[in-house]
């Protein structure tokens, strides 16, 4: 038995999730602040521990998952190169974990007042996470120009779409968030914008992972059992 999952299928699935959720969202928020009734906090994008926070969590750990594969079949090919596909694997595994904890929102407070800082960097957590995204930059500046054409932009589109909303549009967030407070449309509107980037950006690097599987590794085969249950190979 066979089980297959094509690349456009399955960015597609994942595309009518994240559709659902923004329209959850915004129903919610339309039915809180023009109605004036509860919102729904399971759908909240902004919210945590719940059903966002999970699909984010599961999807980048799916990335975590897919990086993990090509690594361990680039490593058997004995190819270096897949010492960045590890260190992308462990990146990802951290982003979930972060995600999913909101490690990042729990060294705000101590920064901003060690640091004083304030307006677009009153979140503060963005400073040490933006100086992370540069260096990673740099080390795989080498690397993404080795891929394909194809997978070098898809990799760009995914980080651009990812980092803006995780660090661009939070900073204006942030800004919003000190002067105005977020408990009015505009910081709910500037929050699911930051949050459609980020999902936008992981369904797309979902995408290239398993097209450049489909591609690069037409011969993977993965199996799970033990190894006597493999069927014998014939030699020639």
Known sequence: MNITFEPKKVATFLSAIVIFLIIANSVGMVSKYYFGSHRIALFNLDGEGNIPTLFSSGAELLCAGLLAIIATARKRQNKREYLYWAGLSIIFLFIA????????????????????????????????YGMLVIA??????????????RMRYLFILAATLFVGGALGVEMIGSDWFERFGHENVGYELITMFEQSLQMAGILVFIYALMSYIETELNDLFIHIGSLASLPAQKTP
């Open 97 to 128: 974990v972060d995600d999913g904890a909101a490690l990042h929102e729990k060294i705000i407070r101590p920064l901003r007042n060690a640091l004083n800082t304030s307006g677009a960097l009153y979140y503060a957590w963005v400073i040490p």
């Open 136 to 149: 990673v930059g740099l080390i795989y500046f080498r690397f993404l120009f080795s891929l394909s054409v």
